[in-house]
């Protein structure tokens, strides 16, 4: 009863619950059958049971076997190590076992033995095994000179006596709209060229004809972008990896195209850039690819994995171009910022350059320590690392127009990499070859060759006898004039250099080169004013 002194309702003993219902017993309680067993009592004995007396027996097989001496196991440590000394000379070893000292002479020595491959053959033994070590030392010294930026050869002035008449190997037509970009492969077989058409050929340098040619398409209603045959506005810009491996292009529809150059077949697509793309390049060496576009971005891609990588800020109007070599760096030109900076992808810094009073259009790295760069108020400028100021920049380098009284716009320049050759185009009918000399501080004009139209891109061969230029009736970022006489094409240079003279192939720095060339202190950070992303 409660302290009313009602009845409650008395509830079942075997229940802990609110209601009636028995509750369930747990399913290991359920499933121990040993549960049931009661356990023996303190002081008794437990009496040995079947199970046992097998455990036991077989206690007794174990003590019986033979333990094997050291000898045996010497044969049994030898027998292993002669099939591991076997599947060795096989080629198959496991890289677990290979420490890092070990890897590291394999592919010296993989890497010797390639470069001794390319070194050629010689008539006699003795001079076959010194030339051999000459060359592979003097490719090692090289590769080393250009990878802390310090090689350079002197080869402008072979240029001089070039005859202009007769330089012209040939005429490539097969582009409807001004050509934009072209660009030549490493071993010095093909041309790929892209114009405002949306379409990208590709040409043979032996046969002198076309191999094959990629249309643009029409996008569809309502998107702006290309579909997986090919670009559906302008290409603007193409490039290349030094494997021949990877090609690269993109334009107006603010996608890149990955194209297998050997077949032209497409084999990805990637898409970030919110504005027009107008500038490519690959890392020389790697399959890393910079890309800016006028959303005024900088991004990085990986094209092995097929992934983007980062986007990088600072510039404060549209790119314009952008050019790599072989270190982990880009540079950038900024248009109407009036600024080129080259980005440390490693260290996230950049470093900022001034010059030009108006539009930067184009640039081309000359070495990791120098390049040059062309602007709208008809300037060429030569620039270094080590000052934010170029160290010789040549005023109205192509002229005046006479209509006007402006400047001729620098719409190209390139030059032959760790050299002091370089090349410039405009829209005033001719290009121009020039010598820079960073020392001297000093562009000096080496040879004029004419060529009528706009010269939207150039191309040096990695031997430096060929020069593919890019001719349209059209600048390439814009349709501002319009040449009526100009041809929309390709043009393939011969340059016959006089080899008479003997300059000096490598330059003579009696300081050792350094692996950074720009000091920790000029390095200076973004500034404030750039927009966050």
């Known amino acids: 009863k409660d302290h009313r002194g009602q009845e409650l309702l008395r509830r079942p003993r075997f229940c802990h619950s609110h209601s009636p219902v028995r509750r369930k017993m747990s399913f290991f309680i359920r499933n121990n059958k040993d549960s049931t067993k009661q356990r023996p009592k303190l002081g008794f004995k ?22 094997p001496s050291d000898s045996d196991l010497d044969e049994q440590h030898a027998e292993i190590e002669t099939k591991k ?51 592979i030392s003097l490719k090692l010294h090289q590769e080393f000179l250009e990878q802390t930026g310090k090689l350079h050869r002197n080869v402008a002035d072979e240029y001089k006596n070039i005859d202009v008449s007769s330089c012209t190997e040939k005429v490539f037509r097969g ?3 001004s050509v934009t970009s072209v660009i030549i492969s490493t071993d010095n077989k093909h041309i790929y060229s892209s114009s405002k058409d949306g379409a990208i050929i590709k040409w043979s340098v032996e046969r002198l004809c076309k191999l094959c040619h990629v249309k643009g398409v029409e996008a569809k209603k309502g998107s702006s972008t290309a579909t997986s045959q090919g670009h559906s506005g302008d290409v603007l810009t193409l490039a290349l990896t030094t494997d021949n491996k990877f090609l690269a292009s993109a334009g107006e529809d603010k996608v890149i195209h990955i194209w297998q150059p050997t077949t032209m077949t497409l ?23 910079y890309s800016v576009s006028r959303d005024r971005t900088v991004k990085t891609w990986n094209v092995d994995e097929l ?12 790119i314009t171009a952008i050019d790599s070599l072989t270190r982990e760096r880009a540079a950038t030109a900024g248009g109407r910022d009036g600024s080129v900076r080259i980005w440390k992808i490693v260290e996230e810094s950049q470093l900022i350059f001034h010059g030009h009073s108006g539009s930067i259009d184009c640039l081309r790295l000359i070495n990791e320590e120098s390049f040059v760069s062309g602007a709208d108020d008809g300037s060429l400028g030569l620039w270094t690392v080590m000052k934010k100021k170029p160290c010789c920049l040549v005023k109205h380098a192509h002229g005046v127009d006479p209509t006007n009284k402006c400047p001729h716009w620098v719409t190209a320049v390139s030059c032959l990499p760790h050299t ?44 430096g006898k060929l020069l593919v230029v890019g001719v349209g009736q059209e600048h390439r970022l814009g349709a501002w004039w319009k040449n009526k006489r100009a041809r929309n094409s390709v043009v393939l240079l011969r340059l016959d250099r006089n ?25 200076p950070s973004p500034p404030s004013t750039d927009p966050s992303p």
Request: proline fraction near 5%.
């Open 46 to 67: 437990r009496k040995k049971s079947s199970s046992d007396k097998k455990n036991k027996k077989v206690k007794n097989k174990d003590l019986n076997e033979e333990i």
């Open 85 to 135: 000394h076997s599947l060795e000379l096989k080629g198959v070893e496991e890289d677990s076992t290979e420490t890092a000292q070990e890897k590291r002479l394999r592919l010296a020595k993989q890497y010797i033995s390639e470069l001794d491959t390319h070194a050629g053959d010689v008539s006699e033994e003795s001079e076959e095994e010194t030339g051999q070590k000459d060359k």
């Open 175 to 177: 582009h409807k709209l």
């Open 267 to 289: 084999l990805h697509t990637f898409k970030g850039h919110r504005d027009v793309i107008t500038g490519l390049s690959f890392r020389k060496g790697f399959h890393q690819l």
């Open 307 to 318: 992934a983007y990588v980062e986007t990088l800020y600072g510039h404060q109007d549209s």
């Open 420 to 463: 002091d050759l370089l090349a410039s185009g405009s829209r005033d009918g001719s290009l121009k070859l020039w010598r820079s000399d960073t020392d001297t501080k000093s562009i000096k004009h080496v040879l004029t060759i004419p060529l009528v139209g706009f010269v939207n891109s150039l191309q040096f061969s990695s031997d």
């Open 499 to 523: 080899t008479t003279t003997d300059p000096s192939p490598l330059s003579t720095d009696p300081s050792p080169p350094s692996t950074d060339p720009s000091p920790p202190s000029t390095d």
